[in-house]
């Protein structure tokens, strides 16, 4: 072993300990502590044993299915206590991800290999579609991938907190296990496989839906925090028009965006209602009282249509404006695409 790769592993070490110095301070429960600590030794006398390279591997390995086997109660114990942590420690929740997904790969792997044998039976696509097809329309399918967004849009996938990095590197798996999730609870099955397969047929072919949804997150997301600036990092954004956007542009242009519908969209609400009541006002019977609430509300009525007048021209152009920039930000989450298993 190289004296760099030595430095490597040397330094994964002091990570691994000062992370479980940090939890050890969080963790309330002895036997958890307990276990922490015998981990930490192990991480501790790790470098004594570089030099013996094969002692070292059956050594740990030896060690570890120990733990494994004694511990393992508590073992499910500490994830669970993790997960608490993270959403207690705002801190923490990254690296509690990255453990988490990891762990859950790991597991899922194991499960997949214990499950096959040599006479198991493929899934047909067919046979996946019709399942879709029983349990799912095209608007329960939407509002299942609504529910996801919003969730992963206010949790892991927080534009105003993640880079486009950690999006592109984790977009696939958080989707596949928060549909997966959701899957499994509508069908009632307790094949992981036919729910596996059922979750990347409906996250394939949604992909583009998706991505444009979470398009429609970053930009709203850019006028409330200036995460934007750190979720797109060096990165511009090149609309339909071959216009280059930046952070800053686009935070400019949300801002202003977001303030001209909602100015148009308020006047013509306010113009909708006035009308129902002047329509309303038209069926009763004319009292001195009610002639003078009509004027009121028709010159009401008739300030409200031309600022909508005023405002249509302006509106037109800049929700064309919107739409290609959303054009731009769905092609920049789409453009590393990874493949969804069938």
Same mark, same amino acid.
């Given at each position: 072993?190289?004296?760099?790769?030595?430095?490597?592993?040397?330094?994964?070490?002091?990570?691994?300990?000062?992370?479980?110095?940090?939890?050890?301070?969080?963790?309330?429960?002895?036997?958890?502590?307990?276990?922490?600590? #015998?981990? =930490? *030794?192990?991480? %501790?006398?790790?470098?004594?044993?570089?030099? !013996?390279?094969?002692?070292?591997?059956? $050594?740990? &390995? #030896?060690? =570890? *299915?120990?733990? %494994?086997?004694?511990?393992?109660?508590?073992? !499910?114990?500490?994830?669970?206590?993790? $997960?608490? &942590?993270?959403?207690?420690?705002?801190? %923490?929740?990254?690296?509690?991800?990255?453990?988490?997904?990891?762990?859950?790969?790991?597991?899922?792997?194991?499960?997949?290999?214990?499950?096959?044998?040599?006479?198991?039976?493929?899934?047909?696509?067919?046979?996946?579609?019709?399942?879709?097809?029983?349990?799912?329309?095209?608007?329960?399918?939407?509002?299942?991938?609504?529910?996801?967004?919003?969730?992963?849009?206010?949790?892991?996938?927080?534009?105003?907190?993640?880079?486009?990095?950690?999006?592109?590197?984790?977009?696939?798996?958080?989707?596949?296990?928060?549909?997966?999730?959701?899957?499994?609870?509508?069908?009632?099955?307790?094949?992981?496989?036919?729910?596996?397969?059922?979750?990347?047929?409906?996250?394939?072919?949604?992909?583009?839906?998706?991505?444009?949804?979470?398009?429609?997150?970053?930009?709203?997301?850019?006028?409330?925090?200036?995460?934007?600036?750190?979720?797109?990092?060096?990165?511009?954004?090149?609309?339909?028009?071959?216009?280059?956007?930046?952070?800053?542009?686009?935070?400019?242009?949300?801002?202003?965006?977001?303030?001209?519908?909602?100015?148009?969209?308020?006047?013509?609400?306010?113009?909708?209602?006035?009308?129902?009541?002047?329509?309303?006002?038209?069926?009763?019977?004319?009292?001195?009282?009610?002639?003078?609430?009509?004027?009121?509300?028709?010159?009401?009525?008739?300030?409200?249509?031309?600022?909508?007048?005023?405002?249509?021209?302006?509106?037109?152009?800049?929700?064309?404006?919107?739409?290609?920039?959303?054009?731009?930000?769905?092609?920049?989450?789409?453009?590393?695409?990874?493949?969804?298993?069938?």
């Amino acid at each position: 072993m190289t004296e760099e790769a030595k430095d490597q592993k040397q330094e994964i070490l002091v990570r691994i300990k000062n992370t479980l110095e940090l939890y050890q301070e969080n963790v309330p429960m002895d036997q958890y502590l307990f276990l922490a600590k #015998e981990y =930490k *030794r192990m991480c %501790l006398s790790f470098d004594k044993l570089l030099s !013996k390279e094969k002692d070292r591997n059956r $050594k740990f &390995i #030896e060690v =570890k *299915r120990e733990l %494994l086997t004694v511990h393992q109660e508590e073992i !499910k114990n500490l994830k669970n206590d993790i $997960k608490t &942590i993270a959403i207690e420690n705002e801190n %923490l929740k990254r690296d509690v991800l990255k453990y988490t997904m990891i762990v859950k790969d790991q597991e899922n792997s194991k499960a997949q290999e214990n499950s096959k044998t040599i006479n198991e039976k493929p899934i047909l696509q067919d046979e996946i579609n019709n399942l879709i097809i029983k349990h799912f329309s095209e608007e329960q399918i939407k509002i299942l991938l609504d529910d996801v967004i919003i969730h992963l849009a206010s949790t892991t996938l927080d534009f105003s907190k993640i880079t486009l990095s950690f999006f592109d590197d984790n977009k696939i798996i958080l989707l596949q296990r928060a549909i997966y999730r959701r899957v499994m609870v509508i069908i009632e099955s307790d094949s992981s496989s036919i729910v596996s397969a059922i979750t990347n047929t409906i996250l394939r072919d949604h992909y583009n839906y998706v991505h444009k949804e979470f398009a429609n997150k970053v930009l709203k997301a850019s006028n409330i925090s200036r995460g934007v600036f750190k979720f797109f990092e060096n990165n511009f954004v090149e609309d339909d028009t071959g216009t280059r956007w930046n952070s800053f542009a686009i935070t400019r242009f949300m801002g202003e965006y977001l303030k001209q519908t909602e100015s148009y969209y308020y006047n013509k609400d306010e113009f909708e209602k006035y009308s129902a009541r002047l329509q309303e006002l038209s069926l009763m019977d004319e009292t001195d009282e009610k002639m003078a609430e009509r004027k009121k509300v028709e010159k009401l009525v008739s300030l409200y249509k031309l600022r909508i007048a005023d405002e249509e021209g302006k509106i037109s152009d800049i929700i064309e404006k919107y739409k290609s920039l959303l054009e731009g930000v769905t092609k920049t989450l789409l453009q590393k695409r990874i493949i969804i298993k069938k």
